[in-house]
């Protein structure tokens, strides 16, 4: 199941086996082959790249807080530490869809993910996890993807296995409706 300790260990593990640092690596395998150039594996960004500044959510005080967008994550990297745009989002997560003519994955393998693995008996819609993903159906179309949160931010991607179709929700506040 997921954990995002287990994954920052995982970070550790790429970093011992290839005796790269994990950035370095994530970035070199999975973000330039993918041409995810909005997308770094850490914060801080380089100097001059702008970067939206959070919010907290509004209880238990009452209003928001600003948290700034620099905050490196550092071992926890490879759990939470990616920072990204929507069009780069999309762009990954479209990558995963086996029709998909430009990825990284096998499509033995990406058709692999889409198996629905275990029900998620908290979701407030019908969800599932598959490998990687969070499954559902809406409408009567499969959806799969996933969402994150850290600091001062939600986010959530779907895209629509052999749709052609992916969107990515992304909010500036601990409390964000993404979802």
Same mark, same amino acid.
């Given at each position: ?7 920052? $260990? %995982?970070? $550790? ?24 150039? &909005?997308?770094? *594996? @850490? ?16 209880? *238990? !005080? ?11 994550? #550092?071992? $926890? ?10 069009? @780069? ?6 990558? %995963? @869809? *086996? ?17 629905? +693995? ?8 019908? /969800?599932?996890?598959?490998?990687? %993903?969070? !499954?559902? /159906? ?12 850290? +600091? ?11 749709? +052609? !179709?992916?969107?990515?929700? !992304?909010? #500036?506040? /601990? @409390?964000?409706?993404? &979802?």
């Amino acid at each position: 199941k997921y954990s995002n300790h287990g994954f920052g $260990l %995982l970070g $550790l593990v790429v970093e011992a086996v290839t005796g790269e640092r994990y950035g370095d690596w994530i970035s070199r395998k999975i973000l330039s082959p993918l041409k995810l150039t &909005e997308t770094r *594996p @850490d914060g801080p960004f380089v100097d001059g790249v702008p970067v939206a500044r959070g919010h907290s959510a509004e209880l *238990p !005080l009452g209003r928001r807080v600003i948290i700034p967008g620099d905050n490196p994550t #550092n071992a $926890l990297a490879a759990a939470t530490g990616f920072v990204s745009t929507a069009a @780069d989002l999309v762009r990954f997560f479209t990558s %995963l @869809d *086996p029709d998909s003519k430009h990825s990284i994955i096998s499509p033995a393998s990406r058709r692999t993910m889409l198996h629905r +693995q275990w029900h998620d008996p908290h979701a407030a819609v019908e /969800s599932y996890y598959g490998l990687g %993903l969070c !499954l559902g /159906s809406a409408g009567g179309w499969e959806w799969a993807g996933h969402g994150g949160g850290f +600091q001062s931010a939600k986010t959530f991607t779907a895209m629509f296995p052999g749709r +052609q !179709l992916c969107f990515s929700v !992304l909010t #500036n506040a /601990s @409390d964000g409706m993404a &979802e």
